[in-house]
């Protein structure tokens, strides 16, 4: 998925979370703590990442503004040795790139690589992401778009030890190819 449509359906459900918040939340009165109020104007902020409210109790009559923000999704990545740690897309592209080195693919394409995986481990919907899901998904992108890195990543993948790790593997694929 493009990070294009990735946007367009983020605005989307954007908009129809902002349009139920509107017509079913309710925010307590911070002067007579009435559980109630009521949405007077709603503007989104400059940089589009919040909306501003202004409110107005129904009991007491008072005014009072509200900033509503999206909660960012954030995803956690278990190492092997079960250590936690945050997801960071740049490490991925370090990965990528290296395993690219010397090849004739554009920082571009690198770049989609980089978005299509962070996009498919969001979309798993889980706040912890095994690194294993993450290597077998780099490895898939990068059979498709160069077989040398492929073998590259691969071989840190599997830690490969030896020339006979290397040998197995190829001929796997070559089998696997007929």
Not at 8 to 25: A, D, G, M, R
Not at 36 to 44: F, H, K, M, N, P
């Amino acid at each position: 998925m493009l990070l294009v449509d990735v946007l367009q359906v983020v605005l989307i459900y954007t908009y129809y979370y902002y349009i139920w918040c509107i017509l079913f939340s309710s925010m307590k009165c911070p002067f007579c703590q009435f559980n109630d109020s009521e949405v007077l104007e709603s503007r989104v902020s400059e940089d589009g990442n919040s909306i501003r409210r202004r409110r107005e109790c129904p009991k007491c009559k008072k005014r009072f503004t509200t900033q509503e923000k999206v909660k960012d999704s954030v995803l956690w990545v278990i190492k092997k040795d079960g250590r936690r740690e945050l997801f960071d897309k740049e490490k991925v592209k370090r990965g990528i790139v290296r395993a690219l080195e010397k090849r004739p693919v554009s920082m571009a394409t690198i770049d989609g690589i980089v978005g299509d995986i962070e996009s498919e481990m969001l979309r798993e919907e889980k706040e912890e992401i095994p690194t294993t899901v993450i290597g077998k998904a780099v490895l898939k992108k990068l059979k498709k778009v160069d077989k040398v890195a492929w073998l590259r990543f691969a071989s840190v993948y599997f830690e490969f030890e030896n020339l006979d790790d290397f040998e197995k593997i190829i001929y796997e694929k070559q089998k696997s190819k007929k």
